[in-house]
Each structure stands twice: as structure tokens, then as C-alpha cells.
């Protein structure tokens, strides 16, 4: 019952995030590799670029090439998105997306974060992500930057 209302909300009150979601995954079916995690389905695109991850709805999209730990540690942190989503339903570019995006490319902003030895777990967004990824997913993080800054830019919290 938990799980068809998860997707009954994820699929009406998130349907704009969900819905671009869908087309990226329709996009990659056939080229990429896809995985489940909790309640969402995570597609590994194999890139050299500096991407990293974004979550539409229950779709997470995730740099294939990337390390182990690394994955590990981004599926929690998208997740934690894909809960975000769940409660802000069409809010959600709003609150989430366009911040989040903004945090993370545009070039004043990452070299302000660089110079200044700021975390990108630091903004609202980002931290909010952990903090909900891991408590739904019921999993901790392992890399060395999660565990030291993942919580708001500050050291993690065992929640």
C-alpha cells in the first residue's frame, strides 16, 4: 500500500519532474544500464564530462564512470531528491531544481565555493537531500566528504 501511494503522489503531485524523468529514462533505455534503489529507478549514464547526478521524480540519473564509493554515496543523496519531490510535488523546480542547478554550474558560484573551501552540501537543497536520502533509504554514507561535510557543510550526523 506504501508503495502504490508513493508512486499515486510521485505520479499526479510530482507529475512535471516525473514526466521529463520518464523521457530521459526513455531516452537511455536501450543504452544505458538501470538499477532500482528504494522506490526509484537509477540509469547510469557513462560520460567523461564533469556530471554528476540529477533526480526527476523517481528517476535518478547518475555518471556511470564514476568511482564505487562515489555512486554509493550519490544514489543515497539522489534519493533524498526523489523524497524532496514526493512533498513538493510542482514546487519542486522551484524549492529544489532551479537552486540546485544554479549552486552547482553556474561559474561565479563554483568558484566562490572553490576559493573559499565551501561545501556543496552547505545549501538547503543539498543537505536536505542527505539527510532524507539516508534516513528513507536507511543507509549511510562512506566517502570521506559526505561523512565530513555532508550534513549542511558541516560533519555528519548519524540520523
Known sequence: ???????LLQFTWGLPQNLIGLIGFLIFLHSARHD????AVITYIDTD???GGI???????VNGKKQDEWLHDTRIHEYGHTIQSLVLGPLYFFV??????????????V????QNDVSY???YCEGWANV????????????????????????WRQQ
Open 121 to 123: 552540501y552547505t545549501i
Open 96 to 109: 529544489i531544481g532551479f537552486p540546485s542547478i544554479i549552486w552547482c554550474n553556474f561559474p561565479p558560484i
Open 132 to 155: 532524507w536520502g539516508s534516513r528513507f533509504s536507511k543507509q549511510n554514507f562512506c566517502s570521506k566528504e559526505l561523512l565530513n561535510r555532508g550534513y549542511f557543510g558541516k560533519p
Open 111 to 114: 568558484r566562490y565555493r572553490r
Open 55 to 61: 533526480s526527476l521524480g523517481i528517476f535518478i540519473f
Open 36 to 39: 532500482r534503489f528504494e522506490n
Open 49 to 51: 564530462k564533469s556530471f
Open 1 to 7: 500500500m506504501k508503495k502504490a501511494l508513493f508512486y
